[in-house]
């Protein structure tokens, strides 16, 4: 059983930067970000191999978040700038079973309580 601890969630005005991180208790695969706003389904914000080589990001977040990770700690980190109202969410970090990076929740086997991270116009 692996925990997942998400940090760095907070109020920020729009245009601003925030930075996540993720710390696991053990080893874990590919790694990943999700988010839910109020009234939606939870969606996939961005991914990272083991080894860190490949990353992944959907289209909305491109060019203005990133995803790097320190397997020495465990810990995943999703730095984001440039930051949107409709970035608003709750960011919740996940853990899968293999390197794949992965866009469906249920590819993924733990998952963290979740950080809240509001945007303000």
């Known amino acids: 059983q692996v925990q997942l601890v998400e940090s760095g969630g907070g109020l920020v005005q729009a245009g601003g930067s925030l930075r996540l991180s993720c710390e696991a208790s053990?080893?874990?695969?590919?790694m990943a970000w999700f988010r839910q706003a109020p009234g939606k389904e939870r969606e996939f914000v961005g991914g990272?191999?083991?080894?860190?080589?490949?990353?992944s990001f959907a289209d909305s977040v491109k060019g203005r978040f990133t995803i790097s990770r320190d397997s020495g700690k465990n810990t995943v980190y999703l730095q984001m700038n440039s930051l949107k109202p409709e970035d608003t969410a709750v960011y919740f970090c996940?853990?899968?079973?293999?390197?794949?990076?992965?866009?469906?929740?249920?590819?993924?086997?733990?998952w963290g309580q979740g950080t809240q991270v509001t945007v303000s116009s």
């Open positions: 990272i191999s083991w080894s860190g080589t490949t990353t």
């Open positions: 053990g080893r874990t695969y590919a």
């Open positions: 996940a853990a899968g079973a293999t390197n794949a990076v992965a866009v469906q929740p249920s590819r993924y086997l733990y």
